[in-house]
């Protein structure tokens, strides 16, 4: 964790969960072949929703390790979910589930990915598939009482 | 509290260059920093903010926020934002914010749950009787205010 993350509390501001979890999902995007060139030829993945919880705090300095699963795809869409660790260990401080879209820039509209990147997400979403589904996905805002 | 505007609309932002990325528009994490800076602004008139914190050791943490991304929006342009109080009780507070641009446009909206915890114990309390009243004003006066068709709903629910 970056100190320039760090709040008045000594703790990571909540934007910097998305830089974070951007940078997170940056990686996995990167893998399949959505880079600087991918996106200067044309086409990018913009973000058009993410859903945070803030589980526990990290103070300055921390070590995070991030896991990135497949939830779901479609040509267009990438349902993504990540969790953020503490260091190595099982200790989960916050898990975004994100809904990706794959677009044509300079047209400004959704477009499908092309067969490699669609054959490679397909390839990823049914290793993710054995997976269990955490029990967050899906699930809406509201205040837990009690 | 003096009159605040319901729902709550005082918050204005010009886009700044450092919130841009790589295409010219807002990062997806910069629309974090407007949605969190638009709530601060309204706990600060319910003296929930930074002298409450200095004050009392107790500070309103964000649990859970679901942001949407609507459109994008430019160096230089004016944002405006307008929250509504959705639920509170004696520790926590949720709240609908709106992030509009200069031509009407919605960009972004966000749903927040936030938890009003002692700093140095790290545990959730109540808020002092004042606090806790102001917050139910408020609550009261948002309550006839419409919801938005897509609250409550999870994640890709609202394109399905």
């Known amino acids: 964790m970056q100190p320039a993350w760090v709040d008045y509390n000594g703790h990571m501001s909540e934007s910097c969960y998305l830089l974070a979890f951007g940078d997170n999902a940056d990686a996995f995007f990167r893998y399949i072949g959505i880079d600087e060139h991918y996106r200067a030829a044309g086409h990018s993945l913009y973000t058009v929703e993410t859903h945070l919880r803030h589980l526990r705090e990290a103070g300055e300095a921390a070590p995070l390790s991030m896991t990135l699963r497949v939830l779901d795809h479609d040509d267009k869409r990438v349902h ?6 503490l260091g190595d260990s099982e200790e989960l401080l916050a898990t975004a589930e994100q809904m990706l879209v794959h677009v044509d ?4 509209r959704s477009a499908p990915m092309p067969p490699d990147i669609a054959l490679h997400l397909e390839a990823i979403h049914r290793a993710h598939a054995a997976l269990a589904v955490p029990a967050a996905v899906g699930k809406p805002m509201r205040i837990r009482r009690g | 509290m003096g009159e605040s505007p319901v729902p709550f609309s005082t918050y204005r932002t010009e886009v700044r260059n450092e919130w841009l ?3 010219g528009h807002m990062h997806d994490a910069s629309y974090g920093i407007v949605l969190s800076d638009a709530n601060e602004e309204l706990f ?3 003296d929930l903010s930074a002298d409450y914190r200095a004050a009392s050791g107790a500070s309103f943490f964000t649990v859970e926020c679901h942001i949407r991304y609507l459109a994008e929006c430019s160096l230089g342009e004016m944002l405006s934002a307008t929250t509504i109080m959705l639920a509170a009780d004696a520790k926590r507070v949720r709240l609908y914010t709106e ?3 200069e031509d009407g446009r919605v960009a972004a909206t966000g749903d ?3 938890l009003h915890v002692d700093v140095a114990i790290g545990k959730t309390v109540h808020m002092p009787p004042d606090r806790h009243d102001r917050v139910q004003d408020m609550l009261a006066a948002h309550a006839g205010l419409p919801r938005p068709a897509t609250l409550g709903l999870g994640v890709g629910a609202a394109r399905a």
Request: proline letters at 0%; glycine letters at 4%.
């Open chain 1, 80 to 85: 993504v979910f990540h969790e953020m660790f």
């Open chain 1, 105 to 108: 820039s300079r047209a400004g």
């Open chain 2, 21 to 23: 990325d790589y295409n």
């Open chain 2, 44 to 46: 600060e008139v319910l």
């Open chain 2, 99 to 101: 992030i509009r641009r």
């Open chain 2, 112 to 114: 927040s749950v936030y």
